[in-house]
């Protein structure tokens, strides 16, 4: 069994101030662990991905995520927020074993502040 | 490449009235699934395919049904519209033996 858990629904930061977004994983197996960023009124758009490579990912316009096995977290950060941040991003997980089947987390709304 | 494209963008519908749900993608993946999203839930699959001919459930099937006769294409079908189904519909693409999916602009569906 696999799930994800979005430990914030919400999180409100200001243009220029780091960005956390914490998500928490439970697999039977080694994962693969993807962030997920939704615009408003858009589709998905793949952030970055997290295979058994590097447990450090680097993402697109700046994300990074963290994949610490001993804490099953998979943590989304940015050091410096954007207006062009504001969206809602989520945290998934898939294993091969469920035929690479994805489990959404609810969700993070993300605003920035002027 | 198009990529996944899905029509309509947004429909209005009756309680009980039918439809179909659009779906297809020009990168040749096998694998292709229908996921549907609703506030403070994130996306749930409806239905998966892994080929032409193949389909299966996901986490909240009743109520939909598909088909999948070419590798392009992958219609959802909602046979009896009810309330319950209004949502965003995403459909979602990837290779067989790759990881990344790759998700259409969605379909924004409300039953009154």
């Known amino acids: 069994a696999q799930s994800v858990t979005q430990l914030d629904s919400h999180v409100s930061v200001s243009e220029g101030t780091p960005v956390l977004l914490r998500c928490n994983y439970s697999?039977?197996?080694?994962?693969?662990l993807f962030w997920y960023v939704q615009h408003p009124n858009k589709g998905l758009q793949l952030l970055l991905k997290?295979?058994?490579?590097?447990?450090l990912v680097k993402g697109i316009n700046g994300f990074e995520a963290e994949f610490k096995k001993s804490e099953t977290s998979f943590h989304l950060t940015k050091p410096s927020a954007h207006m062009s941040d504001a969206a809602e991003y989520f945290c998934?997980?898939?294993?091969?074993?469920?035929?690479?089947?994805?489990?959404f987390g609810a969700g993070t709304t993300v605003t920035v502040r002027a | 490449n198009a990529g996944v494209t899905q029509t309509p963008k947004f429909q209005v519908l009756k309680t009980g009235q039918s439809m179909t749900l659009q779906c297809a993608q020009d990168?040749?993946?096998?694998?292709m699934s229908w996921y549907r999203q609703d506030p403070g839930m994130g996306l749930r699959l409806i239905h998966y395919?892994?080929?032409?001919?193949?389909?299966d459930q996901g986490e909240v099937p009743n109520g939909y049904n598909v088909s999948r006769s070419t590798t392009e294409d992958f219609p959802l079908r909602l046979l009896s519209a009810a309330p319950s189904q209004t949502s965003v519909y995403f459909c979602?693409?990837?290779?067989?033996?790759?990881?990344?999916?790759?998700f259409g602009p969605g379909t924004r569906l409300l039953v009154l």
């Open positions: 979602a693409s990837r290779a067989v033996h790759q990881e990344t999916q790759y």
């Open positions: 997290y295979t058994s490579a590097a447990t």
């Open positions: 990168m040749n993946h096998e694998y």
């Open positions: 395919s892994v080929g032409a001919g193949i389909t």
């Open positions: 998934v997980v898939s294993h091969r074993s469920n035929d690479y089947k994805l489990s």
């Open positions: 697999s039977s197996y080694s994962p693969s």
